[in-house]
Nanobody, 122 residues
């Protein structure tokens, strides 16, 4: 599985942005899909994950209520809708695929995209 994340950019505090991650292959729906992020000078951290059907999202406490993860299996794409963004959301965002659902640890994810930069600043 190859993953390509895109949609990053500069957004003002309080604004919105939608990230997308396109996957290759015909078995996309079998994978749990996750979003992680890495801020400058910090370790990469879990943001959100969703199961193969798209019915059971899981979020980090820091983004709960502001971010929404979803997927379109017909398009082999997973999304991260980011609302009410804050400067602390500034990071490189990565999408990743796991054979397990609902997992938050990086080692559970076997395929990774290249990352897309989100900068929250006025």
């Amino acid at each position: 599985v190859q993953l390509q994340a895109y949609g990053g950019g500069l957004v003002q505090p309080g604004g919105s942005l939608r990230l997308s991650c396109a996957a290759s292959g015909r078995t996309f729906s079998r994978y749990g899909m996750g979003w992680f992020r890495q801020a400058p000078g910090k370790e990469r951290e879990f943001v959100a994950t969703i199961d193969g059907s798209g019915s059971f999202p899981v979020y980090a406490d820091s983004v709960k209520g502001r971010f929404t993860i979803s997927r379109d299996n017909a398009k082999n794409t997973v999304y991260l809708q980011m609302n009410s963004v804050k400067p602390e959301d500034t990071a490189v965002y990565y999408c990743a695929a796991s054979v397990r659902y609902g997992v938050r640890k990086e080692y559970e994810y076997i395929y990774w995209g290249q990352g897309t930069l989100v900068t929250v600043s006025s």
